[in-house]
């Protein structure tokens, strides 16, 4: 799982274009696939962050590539557990 501060420009369905900070990625072997998971960079109190996650294909350097939308609930399941355990993971730093 990679975490650091990176961000990233989402193209919205009317081509509205949106700055994000990458929370973190993580790859599954489940699914064969690479999840990024973001959230607006001017969402500014952290109770009422919106988080989003996609899907990618990492380029040949290993990082960025196209988003794609999430296609199963289980796929769903699996981010949602993924981020409960980073989250978690996250207050026991602090």
């Known amino acids: ?33 690479s ?20 899907s990618f294909v990492p380029n040949e350097a290993g990082e960025d590539g196209e988003l794609m939308p999430i296609e199963t609930e289980e796929e769903w399941d699996m981010i949602e557990e993924t981020l409960n355990t980073f989250l978690a993971d996250e207050d026991e730093e602090e």
């Open 35 to 54: 999840y990024v998971l973001y959230y607006p960079v001017e969402a500014q109190d952290e109770e009422e962050i919106e988080i989003h996650a996609s």
């Open 1 to 33: 799982m990679e975490h650091g501060e990176k961000n990233i420009t989402i193209v919205d369905d009317k081509g509205n274009e949106q700055l994000c900070e990458v929370l973190f990625t993580f790859d599954s072997d489940q699914f064969n696939k």
